[in-house]
């Protein structure tokens, strides 16, 4: 079985930074696509920015230039640095990986409470 576990959310205030981790357990042979996803309670759940297995990047309009996501392959983590929070950002926050065990399929953290005070 594979295990996603996700820290570093927590109260803010606007302006201020937070960096989330996420690391996977398990029998992982192979990660590839990671991501973070954001969701209000009641709405969907929303891509924040997502990274390839050869390092491309890809981040949604409202958070672009203030978050940055980053992996370490050698630890099967997943990182995503908030800088400039807003109110708005506040959200729980979701990792997700592809990860190939006996064969392919996409993992999900428990998700993590980000709290933006005005």
């Known amino acids: 079985q594979v295990q996603l576990e996700e820290s570093g959310g927590g109260l803010v205030q606007t302006g201020g930074s937070l960096r989330l981790s996420c690391v996977a357990s398990?029998?992982?042979?192979?990660?590839?696509?990671m991501a973070w996803y954001r969701q209000v309670s009641g709405k969907q759940r929303d891509s924040v920015a997502s990274?390839?297995?050869?390092?491309?990047?890809n981040y949604a309009d409202s958070v672009k230039g203030r978050f940055t996501i980053s992996r370490d392959n050698a630890k099967n983590t997943v990182y995503l640095q908030m800088n400039s929070l807003k109110p708005e950002d506040t959200a729980v926050y979701y990792c997700?990986?592809?990860?190939?065990?006996?064969?392919?399929?996409?993992?999900w953290g428990q998700g993590t409470q980000v709290t933006v005070s005005s």
């Open positions: 997700k990986m592809r990860i190939r065990t006996f064969w392919w399929d996409d993992y």
């Open positions: 398990g029998r992982i042979v192979s990660i590839d696509d």
């Open positions: 990274i390839t297995g050869g390092g491309s990047t």
